[in-house]
């Protein structure tokens, strides 16, 4: 989400399009921990297009919050006496209940979707939610304890309370985050390309999570005719937030024509129809790639004879398997556009024998996100097998191939992740951290600190070991530029936190400004030494 105060014309578009779903048809009578579904009552898009729907939850493992094996949410939200989480939206408890709904059904279709469960980046099995923190017109991920936080605001020109726990849209992009968190724990750094795929990533998920739902299925079809060029529901993302804290009838939209160029380049703030390196804002060009992507897919399944709603659902799960396999294949940090759009095509090829290159590429070209053709695997030297479980192996394939990884032998490397998939294959992540010192009156009050960038390799080998895919990044000169003239841009704009050594503990409320918003990164001391970290919140 991102954080604006200003109210002005608020437009009634969305209003005039809401549509009255009544579905009570599924009231069954089954109790907690029965292990039978649940039916739970949540709005499956944004409350300002959408009445809420009922919808069946799996009953394993569900305790009061509700909760369940990998959700704690903040309360202690029982069924009613007929066993469901049937709540209107009027009632206390729907809050707890909707989101839980959202962040399970966000959860379970990427496990799905990647064929395995994905853990959190913060060590537990559960992430928290808290739905409804306080005021502020916000919400956001914290890394640092593993929450997800939603809060409440009022519209100062028609005194509506919004809580923006409320919003499909909005929980299953906070949830989002902390899922690629979870994949990519060295995705959140600093750099300007990787930080907009996060926030790219959590929205398209959000779209592609939204046309799994009957409901909003039926409404896109009604709106568009299953013409994706015409503005609606699911193209449109945060329409409530919009209209009552921006004055704009939603917040970002998937319908654009953007180009790739450089963000590190372009202007950083938050600009109206104008693309700028702010990360949500930047965000929306590799979100408009896949929405354009969603639209030749849904299309090229009509014209197979399949139904509409058959094909946006079918599409919807194909794009996301694409998605997050194609993030499965980039380097572990520093990930750009390319790498993912490079990623995403290879998993098309291991996954669906490349029935969709043609697709993939011709939007990717259009988008200047994608050129070459070219697969780096025919510049392998020498073998092509690694063990897997042999770290001596991994290795001396990386360093065998310096000139392709840009890695040689005297740079150490971390496994940060190696996991075997149900096919055999396996996925490694190995990264490497380098120092750069910030000298110079450019810094300010944090001259002489250091910044760490992260770079690495990742390799995915077949069953037999063999390396069918290898993307690396390695930290060069341009990288370090890169960094140290965002951080100069970021301490001149205020949004570095200068925290005193002699503060022991970190409260969640030095991490934003007096605007609320928050800061960029903070100090922190080793050895004596001022150390500058990205901030662990993620709105
Ligand atoms: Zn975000």
């Keep these: 989400m991102k954080i604006e105060t200003k109210i002005n014309n608020i437009s009634s578009h969305a209003k005039e399009r809401k549509v009255k779903i009544s579905d009570n048809s599924l009231q069954d009578r089954v109790s907690l921990g029965s292990g039978k579904d649940i039916t739970a009552s949540y709005y ?22 509700p909760d369940n094996e990998r959700i704690d949410t903040d309360g202690d939200v029982k069924p009613k006496g007929d066993g469901n989480f049937i709540y209107s939206p009027e009632e206390a408890e729907f809050i707890n209940v909707h989101l839980f709904v959202t962040a399970d059904k966000t959860i379970k279709t990427a496990e799905k979707s990647l064929g395995k469960k994905i853990p959190w980046s913060f060590g537990r099995e559960k992430i928290i939610i808290h739905p409804d923190k306080g005021v502020m017109a916000n919400a956001f991920y914290n890394k640092k304890d593993g929450t997800l936080n939603f809060f409440h605001f009022k519209n100062k020109k028609t005194g509506e309370i919004i809580h923006t726990g409320k919003s499909f849209e909005t929980g299953s992009h906070e949830t989002n985050h902390a899922l690629l968190d979870g994949m990519k724990p060295k995705f959140i750094g600093w750099n300007i390309e990787t930080e907009a795929l996060h926030e790219a990533f959590s929205d398209i998920r959000t779209m592609l999570a939204c046309f799994r739902e009957d409901k909003n299925c039926e409404l896109f079809l009604k709106e568009t005719g299953g013409n994706f060029r015409k503005e609606n529901l699911i193209s449109s993302i945060g329409e409530q937030f919009g209209q009552n804290a921006m004055g704009k009838p939603f917040i970002r939209s998937a319908i654009n024509s953007y180009t790739y160029s450089n963000p590190y380049l372009l202007p950083q703030m938050q600009q109206e129809d104008e693309l700028t390196g702010e990360a949500h804002v930047f965000g929306q060009l590799f979100l408009g790639a896949v929405y354009d992507i969603m639209d ?7 014209s197979e004879g399949m139904g509409q709603k058959e094909a946006l659902m079918k ?19 520093e990930a750009t556009y390319k790498d993912l759009a490079k990623g995403m095509v290879k998993a098309d090829q291991l ?10 590429k011709d939007v990717f070209e259009k988008r200047w996100i994608l ?14 097998f690694i063990n897997p479980s042999s770290r001596e192996s991994i290795c001396d394939f990386i360093y065998r191939n310096r000139e392709l990884t840009g890695i040689s032998e005297d740079i150490p490397l971390k496994i940060e992740k190696a996991e075997k998939n149900k096919d055999g294959s396996n996925l490694i992540d190995l990264t490497f951290t380098q120092e750069v010192t910030l000298s110079g009156n450019d810094y300010g009050i944090f001259d002489g600190a250091i910044v760490e960038i992260t770079g690495g390799v990742n390799i995915m080998s077949d069953s037999n070991g063999e390396v069918c895919s290898l993307s690396s990044r390695y930290i060069d000169r341009d990288n370090m530029e890169n960094t140290k003239n965002r951080l100069k841009n970021l301490i001149k704009e205020g949004r570095i936190k200068f925290i005193d050594p002699s503060v022991k503990k970190l409260e969640e409320k030095d991490l934003f400004d007096i605007n609320g918003r928050p800061y960029a990164g903070y100090t922190v001391y080793e050895d004596g030494k001022m150390k500058l970290v990205p901030s662990t919140v993620i709105q």
């Design 44 to 65: 499956p898009q944004d409350p300002s297009v959408t009445e809420p729907i009922l919808t069946k939850i799996s009953g394993n493992n569900i305790t009061p919050g």
């Design 296 to 302: 030749k897919v849904f299309h090229q399944y009509i």
């Design 315 to 333: 599409m919807s799960d194909l794009c996301d398997k694409l998605l997050l396999k194609g993030i499965e294949l980039c380097p572990p940090s």
């Design 351 to 360: 996954e669906e024998k490349g029935k969709y290159k043609h697709i993939l």
């Design 371 to 384: 050129f070459e053709d070219k697969d780096n695997l025919q510049e392998l030297r020498g073998s092509k």
